[in-house]
């Protein structure tokens, strides 16, 4: 007699579904590595797709209030919200005030909120997220060019925890925000304040009274900055502070450099371009002293000397991007130690940009091939000593992933960030 099978098949029949419960079902979602794997996941039924759905952490949106309101309800588990605009495009009426709101209301957990470009949004705005988003760690509102420091104060005073903030372009900021930082975000890791022409000494001072923890500062073009405020800055967090942009700051002189030299020994990026004050004793005080220097860019720094570049190419041993471009005085001696049995001399160096530095030739490039093997961009432009003719001639061997710039325009992207 020939037994039923109804029951195997009833088994059979039995979905994934009904055997694992959503906690389990989440923690197989939780094994998942990459956001194309969790994507995958979510196409196989309707219940994995709501399960990923209020699993996800980061999303990058454009979307009205009504939009915002349906995405709170569903993801609601979101630490992290991108909602920036375009910079060269305008999506009319882009993120409002009042998306704002439902934001604030709608994604209390949020950690990191990015409305970079977003020109509609005013001091409303950034009032309630002060008093939604008391979790927020991170925010970047660069080029949102209608914030004042009342509105990005209210954050400040009610985001506590905040870590990152990036006020770029926005030039209505003073020295009251950082005023503010400094009272109530000692946590403060990371400040972009590029193109905020209002900031002084004054208000860096204060900054560093209450945060001393800053790792990443950008003053790029704040151009009221000047000694006092950098040097008070570089000291408070002189055991954090690993990236320093001070490009176009001409108020800088000698002191601020020196200050950074001696104190801040774990600097990995310093941006002083457009220092045209600095000596050639402070630029080769930082190579005595900043040996965890990754990135430096000098451009237009008229005083950078052949001793002082040899000081920093001899004794950076982790400098990896150099930029001396228009460093006028420079000349092929400043490379002649490279590679001459002095251990690690600029060995790591793969990027090299020297344009408009009238003095230096084929020699002084053959020598940094020498001692530079891992090269991966060169820029020589407007040198008019080194040609491709020229390094031809002279039969160098560019490392095969090296690209060389010779003719290239003079407003492409820069390499350096």
């Known amino acids: 007699m020939t037994e039923d099978p109804e029951p195997e098949q009833q088994q059979q029949q039995i979905t994934i579904n009904e055997r694992l419960r959503d906690d389990e079902l989440r923690a197989v979602l939780s094994k998942l590595e990459t956001d194309k794997d969790k994507e995958v996941f979510g196409l196989v039924c309707k219940k994995w797709l709501y399960l990923?759905?209020?699993?996800?952490?980061?999303?990058?949106?454009?979307?009205?209030?009504?939009?915002?309101?349906?995405?709170?309800?569903?993801?609601?588990?979101?630490?992290?919200?991108?909602?920036?605009?375009?910079?060269?495009?305008?999506?009319?009426?882009g993120v409002t005030d009042s998306d704002l709101s439902v934001i604030a209301s709608g994604f209390t957990g949020l950690c990191v909120l990015k409305l970079r470009d977003c020109k509609g949004i005013t001091d409303a705005g950034m009032a309630a997220i002060g008093s939604g988003l008391s979790s927020l760690q991170s925010l970047d509102v660069s080029y949102c060019r209608k914030l004042t420091d009342k509105g990005l104060s209210a954050v400040t005073e009610g985001c506590h925890d905040l870590k990152r903030l990036h006020v770029a372009g926005c030039r209505f900021v003073t020295n009251k925000l950082l005023e503010s930082l400094s009272k109530n975000c000692h946590n403060l890791e990371e400040l972009g304040l590029q193109g905020c022409i209002n900031i002084t000494d004054t208000g860096l001072t204060a900054l560093a009274n209450g945060c001393k923890h800053i790792k990443h500062l950008d003053v790029n073009k704040c151009t009221n900055v000047g000694d006092l405020g950098i040097s008070t800055a570089a000291e408070a967090c002189s055991t954090s502070l690993k990236t320093l942009k001070l490009l176009d700051c001409y108020k800088l002189g000698d002191k601020s450099i020196f200050t950074v030299a001696d104190l801040c020994k774990?600097?990995?990026?310093l941006i002083i371009g457009g220092c045209r004050d600095l000596s050639s004793d402070?630029?080769?005080?930082?190579?005595?002293?900043?040996?965890?220097?990754?990135?430096?860019?000098?451009?237009?720094?008229?005083?950078?000397s052949d001793a002082s570049l040899s000081c920093i190419l001899s004794q950076c041993t982790s400098l990896e991007v150099l930029d001396i471009g228009c460093c006028e005085e420079v000349t092929d001696a400043a490379f002649a130690g490279l590679g001459n049995g002095n251990e690690g001399s600029g060995l790591g160096l793969k990027v090299l940009k020297i344009s408009n530095c009238q003095k230096i030739t084929v020699l002084g490039i053959s020598m940094v091939l020498k001692a530079c093997r891992s090269l991966e961009y060169l820029d020589v432009r407007s040198c008019p000593l080194v040609t491709k003719a020229g390094c031809d001639e002279a039969g160098l061997r560019f490392p095969e992933s090296c690209k060389v710039n010779y003719t290239g325009s003079l407003v492409e992207p820069d390499v350096l960030t």
């Not at 949106?61 to 309800?73: E, Q």
């Not at 774990?266 to 990026?269: C, D």
């Open 52 to 93: 990923q759905s209020t699993e996800r952490k980061k999303l990058c949106a454009r979307a009205g209030p009504h939009m915002l309101k349906k995405m709170a309800a569903r993801f609601t588990r979101l630490k992290d919200l991108d909602l920036s605009q375009s910079a060269s495009r305008s999506f009319y009426p």
């Open 266 to 269: 774990n600097l990995e990026t």
């Open 282 to 304: 402070s630029i080769k005080s930082l190579g005595a002293s900043t040996r965890s220097l990754r990135i430096l860019r000098m451009d237009w720094c008229l005083n950078v």
